[in-house]
């Protein structure tokens, strides 16, 4: 157990909604890291938070956008979803935003898009 | 800009035996951290091992060791003495120390089989 959470473990919806997925990082790590990880494919890197505030940008759609909240959570939200869409979304937290310590990951969030 | 490639999309290896996973890397800075990570069948990615590129000794921890080379950008994974809970996917990853660059890049990762 990493100690970051992520919600739900799994979901489906179909074209067009939205959803929101939800992170907690480990306690007293101040990054969050989201990761979108498509069947057989390796993780592409979306965006980056620290203590609040966004840090770094990947290859994140416009139709995705995320946060941290005060407590240090995050969410990612993903909206006119798309078939394509469908993957497995990870959210890793680390102590630091310039030192490259070690990122924890959580066990993830398996979105379908039917 | 930084790029990670894993050329063996799959390997195979008899357990107990020893295996190597290659990993190559492009970039411009001469500071930088390099990551194995593995990913088994639940899906839970866990970090195996870690380089910093400014240390000549290969990292090493347990079965599990680096062959770094920075003249030419490559960083393989050694595991020794192969297990069954070894089978996993593995992913070589690269992070920069330079502004715009913290992000993580992954390879496209190898499937790696262990033989009973």
């Known amino acids: 157990d990493s100690g970051v959470t992520q919600t739900p473990k799994h979901l489906i919806t179909a074209t067009g909604q939205r959803v929101t997925l939800r992170c907690s990082p480990r306690s007293g790590d101040l990054s969050v890291y989201w990761y979108q990880q498509s069947l057989d494919q390796g993780l592409q890197f979306l965006i980056q938070?620290?203590?609040?505030?966004?840090?770094a940008k990947g290859n994140i759609l416009e139709r995705f956008s995320a946060q941290q909240f005060p407590d240090l959570h995050s969410e990612l939200n993903l909206s006119s979803l798309e078939l394509g869409d469908s993957a497995l979304y990870f959210c890793?937290?680390?102590?630091?935003?310039?030192?490259?310590?070690?990122?924890?990951f959580g066990p993830g969030t398996r979105l379908t898009v039917l | 800009a930084q790029t990670v490639t894993q050329s063996q999309p799959e390997m195979s290896v008899q357990e107990a035996e020893t295996v190597t996973l290659s990993c190559t890397y492009d970039?411009?800075?001469?500071?930088?951290?390099l990551f194995w990570y593995k990913q088994p069948p639940s899906r839970q990615m866990i970090l195996v091992i870690r380089q910093e590129a400014y240390k000549q000794q290969n990292a090493t921890e347990n079965r599990f060791s680096v062959n770094f080379q920075k003249a030419a950008k490559s960083f393989s994974l050694k595991i020794s003495d192969s297990q069954l809970g070894d089978a996993a996917m593995y992913f070589c990853a690269y992070r920069g120390t330079t502004s715009g660059t913290y992000k993580y890049i992954f390879g496209t990762g190898t499937r790696l089989k262990v033989l009973a």
């Open positions: 890793a937290s680390s102590v630091a935003q310039l030192a490259p310590d070690t990122q924890y």
């Open positions: 970039t411009s800075e001469s500071d930088y951290y």
């Open positions: 938070y620290y203590n609040g505030e966004e840090r």
